[in-house]
């Protein structure tokens, strides 16, 4: 998981094992019960202008990783698309990146997940790679 490693560096089976199992049980669970329901598919033109909106900005994100301040500019960049209501901003990045309706605040995923993680999964949202 690439945001817990940043988080706490040393967590290891070695050092951790209680959290590695349960780690094992999350995992065993995510392919047997959730993965299964995903559903991604491609983003419509206008989306697919914001995602990529999206995607430069992060790209040039220069500010802290910071959940607040990401979620402000994903926020703007729905806006700015003109999605009304804003939740069909949300919805598609759900839908498109993530395979479900509904999903985290998207600033604190990706101050989670990371930046550069995030990054990557939306250029894998963009070119199709994940609804294939």
Do not use: C
């Amino acid at each position: 998981m690439p945001g817990f490693r940043r988080l706490k560096p040393d967590a290891g089976p070695q050092t951790h094992p209680q959290l590695d199992a349960a780690a094992g049980f999350a995992v065993a669970y995510y392919n047997d019960r959730v993965k299964p329901t995903k559903t991604f598919r491609l983003p419509s033109d206008a989306e697919r202008a914001a995602m990529q909106d999206l995607l430069a900005r992060l790209e040039a994100w220069t500010g802290a990783v910071d959940a607040d301040a990401l979620q402000t500019m994903v926020f703007a960049v729905g806006k700015e698309h003109g999605f009304e209501p804003l939740r069909d901003w949300f919805k598609a990045l759900y839908e498109v990146l993530l395979g479900a309706s509904e999903g985290p605040r998207f600033g604190g995923f990706i101050a989670l997940y990371g930046l550069e993680e995030s990054i990557d999964l939306l250029r894998r949202g963009l070119s199709g790679a994940l609804a294939a």
